[in-house]
Nanobody, 111 residues
Framework: QVQLVESGGGLVQSGGSLRLSCAAS????????VNWYRQAPGAQRELVAG???????SYAESVKGRFTISRDNAKNTVYLQMESLKPEDTAVYYC?????WGQGTQVTVSS
């Protein structure tokens, strides 16, 4: 059983930044693929970014150049650094690895 706990969400103005954290209850996070998803009200959950076991990263087109996913294996934590935030980035952000999901953290970007 893997537990994922997100933190770092909040309210920010358009153009601002936030860093989300996903702390995993494992001692070997490096062997896990970890993704960030988001779900806006009335919309489907969408994949935002992912980091593979070898450290390769991938991003949705809508966030490329603005978001950065990274992993600190010593802290068993994955981060999502979000820059130049837009109102359309407003959503609940979820950390995911295989069949495991966190509880989500709300990000609200005001215009």
């Amino acid at each position: 059983q893997v537990q994922l706990v997100e933190s770092g969400g909040g309210l920010v103005q358009s153009g601002g930044s936030l860093r989300l954290s996903c702390a995993a209850s494992v001692s070997n996070l490096r062997i896990y693929v970890v993704n960030w998803y988001r779900q806006a009200p009335g919309a489907q959950r969408e994949l935002v970014a992912g980091i593979a076991r070898d450290g390769t990263t991938s991003y949705a087109e809508s966030v490329k150049g603005r978001f950065t996913i990274s992993r600190d294996n010593a802290k068993n934590t994955v981060y999502l650094q979000m820059e130049s935030l837009k109102p359309e980035d407003t959503a609940v952000y979820y950390c995911n690895s295989y069949t495991y999901w966190g509880q989500g953290t709300q990000v609200t970007v005001s215009s």
